[in-house]
């Protein structure tokens, strides 16, 4: 299997995918993540070891099909078994959404990648990698005048579980980036916020228990 998923990823047809989240994981909104949160940290050290792990080929990058199930339930997704980090087809019109979505998965890749001897529960993964996309978004417009606690713009109400999470990990980006606090705990009501609007999710109750410890091997 993992054979066959290094092949295909050696397809040329891979290769945009794969510059395009080693560009978003080089940029220096990326670089300046730094925060640490209960059972996980996240840093540019974080980022270069998945950055490395990319360009070895350690870790595959790959564009979902349509027909994958996975593209139904979000435009990314890190798979620990064989290292795939999975993108929605890529399009030009969600530029910001899929950067933030490498932010996103990478954080689960880095978490593969240390795999820490003390088990982290899907919450709290979820719960960083949430927050560094955020982060990121923060970030990118932090240089704009816009005010920053305005509601921001990614969020819609399509799907209102999600714009919890968004809203509550953006609360923690504010502080991150404005206040410059790099350390949340449960004493944290940001924190706290985020892990009960992931706790509410459909997705995570459904289809990944946010109680489940996620699996990491190493990569
Ligand atoms: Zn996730």
């Known amino acids: 299997m993992a054979d066959l998923i290094r092949h295909i990823s050696n397809n040329i047809l891979f290769l945009p995918a794969k510059l395009f989240v080693l560009g978003v994981l080089c940029s220096k909104e990326v670089q ?27 870790i595959m990058v790959g564009v ?5 199930p996975d593209a139904k339930k979000s435009d990314g997704v890190y798979l620990t078994g064989p290292n ?5 087809p890529l399009d030009q019109t969600r530029d910001l959404g899929r950067r933030a979505n490498v932010v996103h998965e990478s954080v689960h890749a880095a978490l593969d990648i240390d795999n820490p001897t003390k088990p982290v529960t899907v919450l709290h993964a979820e719960a960083a990698a949430y927050s560094a996309e955020a982060i990121f978004r923060r970030l ?80």
């Not at 993540?33 to 792990?53: G, L, T, W, Y």
């Not at 795939?84 to 929605?88: D, V």
């Open 84 to 88: 795939l980090l999975k993108l929605a």
């Open 32 to 58: 300046k993540i730094e925060f640490a949160m209960p059972f996980v940290a996240v840093n540019n050290s974080a980022f270069q070891k998945v950055r490395d792990n990319i360009a070895t080929d350690k």
């Open 140 to 219: 990118l417009n932090a240089s704009s005048n816009s005010p920053s606690r305005r509601p921001p713009s990614f969020i819609h109400h399509e799907d209102s579980a999600m714009d919890d999470i968004r809203k509550a990990a953006w609360s923690i980006a504010v502080k991150c980036v404005d206040d410059r606090k790099s350390e949340f705990s449960e004493k944290d009501s940001e924190f706290l916020d985020l892990l009960r609007a992931i706790m509410s999710a459909p997705l995570y109750i459904n289809d990944e228990p946010f109680w489940e410890f996620v699996n990491t091997d190493g990569v």
């Open 64 to 68: 979902m099909a349509s027909t994958d």
